[in-house]
């Protein structure tokens, strides 16, 4: 019997590219939850062969589900900026939806997409499991609002050890379902790519680790399997990374070298940055593999495999 899969936020980035990854896969009947729900069946309606239904948040826990995946986050710069304070409500909000839903269906998985952002900023160096989260208490800005929500709703699950809770934490992300309006060094690179225009960056460099679908569908797997298998209760944390992450000047030397792109470093451009500055930011957190996960590629090569896809089907 197909699994009842429930995709909170299925218009996200991280949301449409589980819809359309899972959305023909017989092993779940697909509930994608989002608040537009027109674009969901924009979707739906490209994808051939699907059983996907969609449905408003305002629904949101009327129907029992198996797994519900909490795709629902601010996932660009420029919007946390925006929503301020705002961010800590919306968090709260759907978390503690899907929380009573599993007072009522108890047995089911809730897979929260958390963030590399718990860990704090600024980064300068690769996170570890040993790696601490400290703040000044009394001086706190905003760009550690967003790690702080996600970490108060990880401190949440912990405490919530009768759940069958698993926060997956996403560092870098990218698949060719992004959102191309967003403040992101890879959304300019994939609209200068698209535009035929030249790709302005800073001239400082970086290293993230970009996953890709194929990364966080394994990841997923190997959660379920593990909640699967009966053995008590699941209720943890895990970073999600690749083979290798990628540094910024190599990601762009390697796609103007397979595609039509040009480029240049300049130190005369504003950026944002909402959620501090990262230099390294990447895990090395490898407790995953103890799940059974163990990623095929490297960032690079995944950003790769996902570029020419979009630059295929034109999403």
Same mark, same amino acid.
């Given at each position: 019997?197909?699994?009842?899969?429930?995709?909170?936020?299925?218009?996200?980035?991280?949301?449409?590219?589980?819809?359309?990854?899972?959305?023909?896969?017989?092993?779940?009947?697909?509930?994608?939850?989002?608040?537009?729900?027109?674009?969901?069946?924009?979707?739906?309606?490209?994808?051939?062969?699907?059983?996907?239904?969609?449905?408003?948040?305002?629904?949101?826990?009327?129907?029992?589900?198996?797994?519900?995946?909490?795709?629902?986050?601010?996932?660009?710069?420029?919007?946390?900026?925006?929503?301020?304070?705002?961010?800590?409500?919306?968090?709260?909000?759907?978390?503690?939806?899907?929380?009573?839903?599993?007072?009522?269906?108890?047995?089911? $998985?809730? &897979?929260?997409?958390?963030?590399? %952002?718990?860990? +704090?900023?600024?980064?300068? =160096?690769?996170?570890?499991?040993? #790696? !601490?989260?400290?703040?000044?208490?009394?001086?706190?800005?905003?760009?550690?609002?967003?790690?702080?929500?996600?970490?108060?709703?990880?401190?949440?699950?912990?405490?919530?050890?009768?759940?069958?809770?698993?926060?997956?934490?996403?560092?870098?992300?990218?698949?060719?379902?992004?959102?191309?309006?967003?403040? $992101?060094? &890879?959304?300019?690179?994939?609209? %200068?790519?698209? +535009?035929?225009?030249?790709? =302005?960056?800073?001239?400082?460099? #970086? !290293?993230?680790?970009?996953?890709?679908?194929?990364?966080?569908?394994?990841?997923?797997?190997?959660?379920?399997?593990?909640?699967?298998?009966?053995?008590?209760?699941?209720?943890?944390?895990?970073?999600?990374?690749?083979?290798?992450?990628?540094?910024?000047?190599?990601?762009?030397?390697?796609?103007?070298?397979?595609?039509?792109?040009?480029?240049?470093?300049?130190?005369?451009?504003?950026?944002?940055?909402?959620?501090?500055?990262?230099?390294?930011?990447?895990?090395?957190?490898?407790?995953?593999?103890?799940?059974?996960?163990?990623?095929?590629?490297?960032?690079?090569?995944?950003?790769?495999?996902?570029?020419?896809?979009?630059?295929?089907?034109?999403?």
């Amino acid at each position: 019997m197909a699994l009842r899969l429930a995709i909170v936020g299925a218009t996200g980035h991280i949301g449409r590219s589980l819809l359309w990854n899972l959305g023909r896969d017989k092993s779940f009947q697909i509930q994608a939850y989002a608040r537009r729900v027109d674009a969901v069946y924009e979707d739906l309606a490209a994808m051939e062969k699907t059983s996907a239904e969609a449905i408003h948040m305002d629904k949101f826990g009327t129907l029992p589900f198996d797994i519900v995946v909490n795709c629902v986050g601010a996932g660009d710069p420029a919007r946390v900026r925006d929503m301020g304070a705002e961010i800590f409500r919306v968090t709260e909000d759907i978390d503690n939806r899907i929380l009573d839903c599993l007072s009522s269906w108890p047995a089911a $998985l809730y &897979i929260n997409m958390s963030s590399g %952002a718990v860990y +704090g900023t600024p980064l300068s =160096q690769p996170l570890t499991f040993q #790696s !601490v989260c400290s703040r000044r208490v009394n001086e706190l800005n905003a760009a550690e609002w967003y790690g702080i929500a996600k970490r108060n709703a990880e401190a949440k699950h912990r405490a919530h050890e009768e759940f069958n809770i698993v926060d997956v934490r996403v560092f870098s992300y990218f698949s060719r379902f992004l959102n191309r309006e967003g403040r $992101l060094f &890879i959304v300019d690179l994939v609209n %200068a790519l698209i +535009g035929k225009r030249m790709l =302005q960056t800073t001239s400082s460099d #970086s !290293v993230r680790d970009y996953a890709t679908p194929s990364d966080l569908l394994q990841l997923l797997s190997c959660i379920i399997e593990r909640w699967q298998a009966g053995q008590g209760k699941i209720n943890d944390a895990l970073d999600l990374y690749t083979k290798a992450p990628v540094g910024k000047f190599e990601l762009i030397e390697a796609v103007a070298e397979r595609f039509d792109l040009s480029w240049e470093a300049t130190d005369d451009l504003n950026t944002i940055s909402s959620t501090g500055e990262k230099q390294e930011y990447f895990s090395r957190n490898l407790k995953a593999a103890d799940w059974g996960y163990e990623p095929k590629l490297i960032a690079l090569d995944g950003i790769l495999d996902e570029l020419f896809g979009l630059l295929k089907t034109g999403r």
